[in-house]
């Protein structure tokens, strides 16, 4: 199991801009679609506190359940990218 999973929905173009970053930075991540319905979208409310996608968890840095696709390629390029410490 990859220490980044990933909550997404296929088709959405905010999941795919994490996806790319994710590639870009050679990271290991897995991946769980959450389903179309947001009534059923249970695991990902329960880790996020909301429906929307992407989330992703890092674990390993106590992250949790991060929404909002912007906040997490800002959170990657700073834990794993080139100017991380
Ligand atoms: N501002 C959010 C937008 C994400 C978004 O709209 N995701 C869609 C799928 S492409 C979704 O899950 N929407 C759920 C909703 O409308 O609550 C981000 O950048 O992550």
Do not use: F, N
């Amino acid at each position: 199991m990859a220490d980044i999973t990933m909550y997404e929905l296929p088709g959405c173009p905010y999941c795919a801009k994490v996806r790319s970053k994710l590639d870009d930075l050679e990271l290991d991540y897995d991946i769980i679609e959450v389903p179309r319905s947001h009534d059923e979208r249970t695991e990902v409310e329960k880790v996020s506190g909301q429906t929307g996608v992407p989330v992703i968890v890092d674990e390993a840095h106590g992250v949790e359940g991060m929404p909002e696709s912007d906040d997490i390629v800002e959170y990657l390029e700073e834990t794993y990218g080139s100017g991380a410490a």
